[in-house]
């Protein structure tokens, strides 16, 4: 399997990104999807998820809830993180995660960097 990440980049306080992840060669529907974001000397944490197609459940970290929504669309095996409102406290590199099972994907990062 891939997970290919992209849209990050530099944007101001207040602005907004969107992050996508491709999946390939995976049985889209079966898998969680989920965002993390690791910065330089911190641990990875968790930001979204969307579970598989039988519960569709999505959560948010506390620190992006009613900033961030996370979607996804199955016919082009597809998930996206809208980030709006960008902290700096925000900049990190997001990380897309695949996982059914024992079977785990990651994709290589993508960098955000919020800033003036």
């Known amino acids: 399997a891939q997970v290919v990440e992209s849209g990050g980049g530099l944007v101001h306080p207040g602005g907004s990104l969107r992050l996508s992840c491709v999946v390939s060669?995976?049985?889209?529907?079966?898998?969680?999807m989920s965002w993390y974001r690791q910065g330089s000397g911190k641990e990875r944490e968790l930001v979204a998820s969307?579970?598989?197609?039988?519960?569709?459940?999505?959560e948010y970290a506390e620190a992006v809830k009613g900033r961030f929504t996370n979607s996804k669309d199955n016919l082009k095996e597809t998930v996206y993180l809208e980030m709006n409102s960008l902290t700096p406290e925000d900049t990190d590199v997001y990380y897309c995660?695949?996982?059914?099972?024992?079977?785990?994907?990651w994709g290589q990062g993508t960098p955000v960097t919020v800033s003036s």
């Open positions: 995660n695949a996982a059914f099972g024992a079977l785990d994907y």
């Open positions: 060669d995976v049985t889209f529907g079966l898998y969680q």
């Open positions: 969307i579970t598989d197609d039988f519960s569709n459940k999505i």
